[in-house]
């Protein structure tokens, strides 16, 4: 493994200070040291990802969609070491870690098929009519073409699928954009295998090199420089709420403002209706606690909030829910600090007088480092109501139940909930007819409405959306899981009257590409 930055897919020597991995668990460094980045280094890598882009931007869909299945290709063939380090760097288990490898290549698989087919440019094409009366009526024809340079902040809790070769750097490639990757401190050792698994592929398909860089740092120095650089056209992120903010104002504030499409979490509310708690309450009750505790609760869809109305059957829905807590052991979670906040917070809602304590999960191992202990909290939902605090999401495996007497507290807690990325309703389908106006109060308030299934575990797919209203992401309308995520890293441009042969293929007369357009408002594959 090398540590040195990536600029242009090529190893750049410099006489910087050596950054280190750290196992969580034991607080020990890990073999490898990586070069801290600059700021020339930053200017570099986007003039070159500039370059590259010239060519990139309407290179042949063949070929693109090559290099994204040949980087797919490139990750399957280092699986075993990736999990070994990514393991090691992160604490999360080798079969968690091995699923995210499959994650990881199949989104670049997807993204590679989109491309291949062609269609997601959505086409319009109008054609003209010279004899119109009073005014000819120009031919108009319509596509989303690339924006440019793409700046990736990798995300701690997912090491291989939202980092260095995750969803945003697929999408982003996949739409004709270079990227330049901000490698996440908490796995540089697992980001610097993926790179390398990228430059061989950009070296086996003939891609243009600035298409990928990648530069570690271990503070906001350089992802500061990335977002303000002027050259930069676009930032995803995937984070804190704190973070994502911060970088969504350095882009506003930027001569140029760009866009910065950020995830920043999320307390993923659970209703439980009553019909649901009377039926199966202490099934819902384990499949909620292995839930609450997947991967130590570090997803942006955790369970972070359970709300239900007061009756016998949720007392036995809370026994079992304690039980099944307290069985669960602790686990490691992915840094030191997300440790430390977490501990932390659980510390404040374990003595806060409007909260009781549900479950707690037993400290398996004193010798383990930033180890998280599962916690179930219980609120009324008066005091929910009442202390936007509660309402702030606990990283780690936290839930906080709502109790309400009535059907109408119910609904006034769910109403001062903010933007969520998910939101799930445990129901019986005959119940779920009485509650059509809780069902668009939720609705309103997130990008995914779960039926009786778990928030964790985000398929990727074609329909899928992740990203919901405000703060869960800055922008609604997008997603960064599912491969509509390419729509972040377009815009449309419309070509009037122009010669039929210099159009992009994509718009030529003849549909050389036999993709699907609209053509005089009839959607078609045909010429
Ligand atoms: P983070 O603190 O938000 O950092 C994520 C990335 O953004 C890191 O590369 C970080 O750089 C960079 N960054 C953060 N603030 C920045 C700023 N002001 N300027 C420039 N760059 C900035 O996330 P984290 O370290 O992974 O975890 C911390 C907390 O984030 C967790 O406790 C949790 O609350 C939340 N989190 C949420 C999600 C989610 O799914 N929404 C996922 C992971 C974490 P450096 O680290 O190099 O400083």
New binding site residues.
Partial sequence: MNGKNIVAATFVDTNAQKLNAVNPSTGQIIDGDFDKANEQLVDEALVAATDAFAIYRSINKDVKAKFLNVIADEISAITEDLVKRASVESGLPAARLQGEVGRTTGQLRLFANLVAEGSWVNAIIDTAQPERQPLPKPDIRRMLIPIGPVIV?G???FPLAFSVAGGDTASALASGCPVIV?A???HYGTSALVAEAIMKAVGKTGIPKGVFSMLY????EI??ALVKHPLTKAVT????F??GM??VKLAEQRPIPIPVFA???SINPVIFLPKALETQAETLAKKYAASITQGAGQF?TNPGLMLAIASPALDTFKKALSEAISLIPSATML?A??AH?YNELASEIIIDDSTSILGISNLKDKDLQNQSQALVAQIDAADFIANPKYRE?I?GPYSLLVVAKNLSELEAAIAVLDGQLTATLMAESEELKNYSSLVNTLTDKTGRIILNGVPTGVEVCAAMQHGGPFPATNDSRFTSVGSTAIYRFVRPLAYQDWHPDLLPDELKNGNPLHIFRTVDQKLTNHE
């Fill in positions: 902040f995300a701690s809790n901000k996440h401190p908490a740092d271990d503070g906001f992802g500061s992120f995937t984070g804190s704190k973070g911060a970088l995830e920043m979490g942006c840094t600090g997300i906040n999401e990283f």
